[in-house]
């Protein structure tokens, strides 16, 4: 899958309509895909039921809770994942965040969100999510993230770099993941592995 063009600046604009399109992909994204858990089944219906507030439950503005994109990143050889240690709550975490007005799809904004927070150019992605989950945080003083998840190569011989939300970003063994750790993020490396290996996205022998 060709990489995102990332330009312009973010804004976060009061119209929730500006979602829109955002919305129609990720209702669409969600209602085709295979859970791969019955606890990410659990999570994919409770964010089917947010999403029919329409585009605002894209949006941060949205208090009951949004949807969130990330990655779990893995190395050209798949031996190694990125997490980052986050600058505000201090665990170790995969990749990710809010979407922005600049996403058209669920996949952009995962992919703009891992290529920002790692500094790497070159990154895939594997356009079928691999979990979803959904958990309590302190946005607009208290809310939920709809977080959908999805895998990403890098490229071989990448090079991270720190963005400003991180503390330190680093590669570690998918069994042996640093603490302390966010709560989710262990749960992502089985499937990661697994869709990277049935995907375009082959990992190098």
């Known amino acids: 899958m060709p990489d995102t063009v990332i330009t312009g600046p973010t804004a976060h604009p009061t119209d929730p309509e500006t979602y829109a399109p955002l919305h129609a992909d990720a209702t669409a994204l969600l209602e085709g895909w295979q859970p791969t858990s019955p606890e990410a089944a659990n999570a994919r219906e409770r964010t089917l039921t947010l999403l029919d507030a329409g585009p605002i439950a894209m949006s941060r503005q949205h208090r009951p809770g949004h949807i969130t994109a990330s990655t779990l990143v893995l190395d050209a050889t798949g031996t190694r994942v990125l997490l980052c240690l986050h600058a505000k ?32 150019a070159g990154l895939r992605i594997d356009p079928v999510p691999i979990d979803i989950d959904v958990h309590e945080v302190l946005c ?3 809310s939920r993230h709809y977080d959908v998840r999805f895998a990403v190569l890098a490229p071989p011989g990448a090079v991270e770099q720190v963005s400003d939300e991180a503390e330190e970003l680093g590669w570690f063994p998918p069994d042996r993941l640093p603490e302390p750790l966010a709560g989710g993020t262990a749960q992502l490396v089985t499937p990661a592995l697994a869709a990277l290996r049935r995907s375009p996205l082959r990992l190098a022998p």
């Open 89 to 120: 709550f201090g665990r170790w975490v995969q990749l990710g965040g809010h979407c922005e007005p600049v996403d058209q799809t669920l996949v952009a904004a995962a992919l703009r969100e891992a290529t920002e927070e790692s500094g790497i």
């Open 140 to 142: 607009q003083g208290g």
